[in-house]
T-cell receptor, first 111, second 112 residues
């Protein structure tokens, strides 16, 4: 079993839709949860960072962590064609410098 | 400013060439990273420098040689690479004990 599982997609939605991207993980020691957005042939861009359980909102983006279920989510409201990219979840522990990445979900938002 | 810069953007090299990739950050971060990313895969960690010292080497072949001349700069020296080494090479940085890593745009490497 992989440490982090993420559906590779592609996930195709119309413009304006609410998008839900998810990762599950197996190591209960993870405490830090990040979402990166990566456009084609570019470096990953940090979108959201959450410590432990709970929700965090930033504009159209909401990150949610449920440690009891080992499940993290990224919601995108009012999705735009410019949101079309690959979204990577990344998890780590305190004091560790290694990020454990999901495989990434490719999102396509059509006008 | 959360910018990490990398040069060159693209690099084509033969298997006998020697080349170097460069990375720079001015965020005062004391940890810097090299990753390799193949198409449709997540980044794979290669090396970590913490306070200019190599702290993690993920069993990377010796044809890849990292160097951290100072706290802002990170190099990756390449020699005798194989075609399967063709990939996007990403640099990242973070606070010394920080968990959030900031990535550069990458260098797209093609080995012929």
């Amino acid at each position: 079993q992989k440490e982090v599982e993420q559906d590779p997609g592609p996930l195709s939605v119309p413009e304006g839709a609410i998008v839900s991207l998810n990762c599950t993980y197996s190591n209960s020691a993870f405490q830090y949860f990040m979402w990166y957005r990566q456009y084609s042939r570019k470096g990953p861009e940090l979108l959201m960072y959450t410590y432990s359980s709970g929700n965090k909102e930033d504009g159209r983006f909401t990150a949610q962590v449920d440690k009891s279920s080992k499940y993290i989510s990224l919601f995108i409201r009012d999705s735009q064609p410019s949101d079309s990219a690959t979204y990577l979840c990344a998890l780590t522990n305190t004091g560790f410098q290694k990020l454990v990445f999901g495989t990434g979900t490719r999102l396509l938002v059509s006008p | 400013d959360t910018e990490v810069t990398q040069t060159p953007k693209h690099l084509v090299m033969g298997m006998t060439n020697k080349k170097s990739l460069k990375c720079e950050q001015h965020m005062g971060h004391r940890a810097m990273y090299w990753y390799k990313q193949k198409a449709k895969k997540p980044p794979e960690l290669m090396f970590v420098y913490s306070y200019e010292k190599l702290s993690i080497n993920e069993s990377v072949p010796s044809r890849f040689s990292p160097e951290c001349p100072n706290s802002s700069l990170l190099n990756l020296h390449l020699h005798a690479l194989q075609p399967e080494d063709s990939a996007l090479y990403l640099c990242a940085s973070s606070q010394s004990k920080g968990v959030t890593q900031y990535f550069g745009p990458g260098t797209r490497l093609l080995v012929l």
